[in-house]
């Protein structure tokens, strides 16, 4: 390709102002591993303040604070009192486990405070539903944790997409996953994480696509979940007691028709007996992009990306250059913030991480029927 075209996608320097006078009251609600970054990230911004955490396990809120010297901040086991007591608080971070996402959000949202909920939004479509219903009634700002959004390559993906090189996007091949690479604690037990694989990594990927192309509605999914390395103690290096909790999925895969005529090929691994169940593949009828796959899906691409297309007849390949990094962690939570402050809109909507959601539950709940099943997504 030359030059020319290539020039198209330069990383573009990311420009930050913070307009404001005053701090930011925050409450952590789950102050487990996810919370870490979290914190962090508010502590790099000059406008917040922790003023509040609150654990389920007593002690676990105050041991969290005082780790990073936050000693003033009170602590609480039940998010409710923590709300009650707080009447300074204004934001909130839900970084319980997936299967109380949902429940927390709601409450902080119909008790006006703005929230940012971890990934996966919820586990199943209807509470995903619920959470955006309240969202509307409170008027707030919802944002979920995709912190990717915010990696150059990533939104140098979707600007190749926009850019019209590769034409008319038709069939999408996406996934990723680990050779073994099974987690512990929550991830693994179906009343607190809800979902395995799909929703520890398989909705960073979908969103990685799904947001270059628009996020279009799904129509249709027949999808497929097992578990066969979780439950079998050789997942573990032969810990048997976490293969006996073993009870979500550690691998799925579908086939995904959505609107705009594309078909969705996805799959997803914790673990698995390949280095890799293949890279992202965007195709259009006049080119495409391939993705290198990636283990972690907590950042960036695997690796420099490629553009297959033709050029005065002849096929050209080029290499796009990896972008520079940045704080993912600091971006997720600064423009969240922004969007509280300026009144904005949210920089990870739940308009388009709905149609994710969907996309997972209908995976879940085809694979348990054995057969494709129609999307039906209520109204909000």
Same mark, same amino acid.
């Given at each position: 390709?030359?030059? =020319?075209?290539?020039? @198209?996608?330069?990383?573009?320097?990311?420009?930050?102002?913070?307009?404001?006078?005053?701090?930011?009251?925050?409450?952590?609600?789950?102050?487990?591993?996810?919370?870490?970054? %979290?914190?962090?990230?508010?502590?790099?911004?000059?406008?917040? #303040?922790?003023?509040? &955490?609150?654990?389920?396990?007593?002690?676990?809120?105050? =041991?969290?604070?005082?780790?990073?010297?936050?000693?003033? /901040?009170?602590?609480?086991?039940?998010?409710?009192?923590?709300?009650?007591?707080?009447?300074? +608080?204004?934001?909130?971070?839900?970084?319980?486990?997936?299967?109380?996402?949902?429940?927390?959000?709601?409450?902080?949202? !119909? %008790?006006?405070?703005?929230?940012?909920?971890?990934?996966?939004?919820?586990?199943? +479509?209807?509470?995903?539903?619920?959470?955006?219903?309240?969202?509307?009634?409170?008027? =707030?700002?919802?944002?979920?944790?995709? @912190?990717?959004?915010?990696?150059?390559?990533?939104?140098?993906?979707?600007?190749?997409? #926009?850019?019209?090189?590769? *034409?008319?996007?038709?069939?999408? @091949?996406? $996934?990723?996953?680990?050779?073994?690479?099974?987690?512990? $604690?929550?991830?693994?037990?179906? !009343? =607190? *994480?809800?979902?395995? /694989?799909? $929703?520890?990594?398989?909705?960073?990927?979908?969103?990685?696509?799904?947001? &270059?192309?628009?996020?279009?509605?799904?129509?249709?999914?027949?999808?497929?979940?097992? !578990?066969?390395?979780?439950?079998?103690?050789?997942?573990?290096?032969?810990?048997?007691?976490?293969?006996?909790?073993?009870?979500?999925?550690?691998?799925?895969?579908?086939?995904?028709?959505?609107?705009?005529?594309?078909?969705?090929?996805?799959?997803?691994?914790? &673990?698995?007996?390949?280095?890799?169940?293949?890279?992202?593949?965007?195709?259009?009828?006049?080119?495409?992009?391939?993705?290198?796959?990636?283990?972690?899906?907590? *950042?960036?691409? $695997?690796?420099?990306?490629? +553009?297959?297309?033709?050029?005065?007849?002849?096929?050209?390949?080029?290499?796009?250059?990896?972008?520079?990094?940045?704080?993912?962690?600091?971006?997720?939570?600064?423009?969240?913030?922004?969007?509280?402050?300026?009144?904005?809109?949210?920089?990870?909507?739940?308009? @388009?991480?709905?149609?994710?959601?969907?996309?997972?539950?209908?995976?879940?709940?085809?694979?348990?029927?054995?057969?494709? +099943?129609?999307?039906?997504?209520?109204?909000?």
């Amino acid at each position: 390709m030359s030059d =020319k075209v290539l020039s @198209q996608f330069k990383q573009e320097e990311i420009v930050e102002e913070i307009k404001t006078d005053r701090k930011i009251k925050v409450g952590i609600i789950g102050t487990g591993g996810i919370s870490n970054g %979290h914190i962090r990230a508010y502590l790099k911004q000059s406008d917040v #303040e922790i003023i509040a &955490a609150c654990d389920l396990i007593p002690g676990k809120a105050e =041991k969290r604070m005082a780790q990073y010297g936050l000693n003033d /901040a009170r602590c609480y086991i039940d998010y409710k009192e923590m709300i009650e007591k707080e009447p300074e +608080l204004e934001v909130v971070s839900v970084c319980t486990y997936n299967t109380q996402h949902a429940g927390p959000t709601i409450y902080c949202l !119909d %008790h006006g405070l703005h929230v940012i909920v971890e990934k996966p939004f919820t586990v199943t +479509l209807d509470e995903a539903i619920e959470v955006m219903r309240a969202e509307k009634r409170s008027g =707030k700002v919802l944002s979920i944790g995709f @912190q990717p959004r915010f990696d150059g390559n990533m939104q140098m993906i979707k600007k190749i997409v #926009e850019s019209g090189e590769l *034409g008319k996007i038709y069939y999408i @091949q996406t $996934g990723g996953g680990r050779r073994r690479g099974i987690p512990g $604690g929550t991830f693994i037990e179906k !009343d =607190k *994480g809800g979902i395995g /694989a799909l $929703g520890d990594i398989g909705c960073y990927s979908l969103d990685m696509v799904l947001n &270059a192309i628009g996020y279009p509605k799904p129509l249709t999914v027949s999808g497929y979940t097992s !578990d066969f390395f979780g439950t079998s103690p050789r997942g573990y290096h032969y810990d048997y007691a976490l293969a006996e909790k073993f009870s979500v999925d550690d691998f799925a895969a579908a086939f995904i028709r959505l609107e705009g005529d594309i078909i969705l090929d996805f799959r997803i691994s914790w &673990a698995m007996h390949a280095d890799t169940p293949g890279d992202t593949i965007i195709m259009g009828t006049e080119g495409a992009l391939r993705i290198p796959s990636t283990d972690c899906w907590n *950042g960036s691409v $695997g690796g420099p990306m490629t +553009l297959y297309h033709d050029v005065c007849g002849k096929q050209t390949e080029t290499v796009i250059p990896l972008c520079d990094s940045v704080d993912l962690w600091y971006f997720k939570i600064r423009k969240f913030l922004d969007a509280v402050i300026n009144g904005t809109p949210s920089p990870i909507p739940s308009s @388009q991480i709905v149609y994710n959601q969907a996309i997972l539950d209908y995976i879940v709940k085809s694979a348990e029927a054995g057969r494709e +099943l129609e999307v039906v997504i209520p109204e909000i």
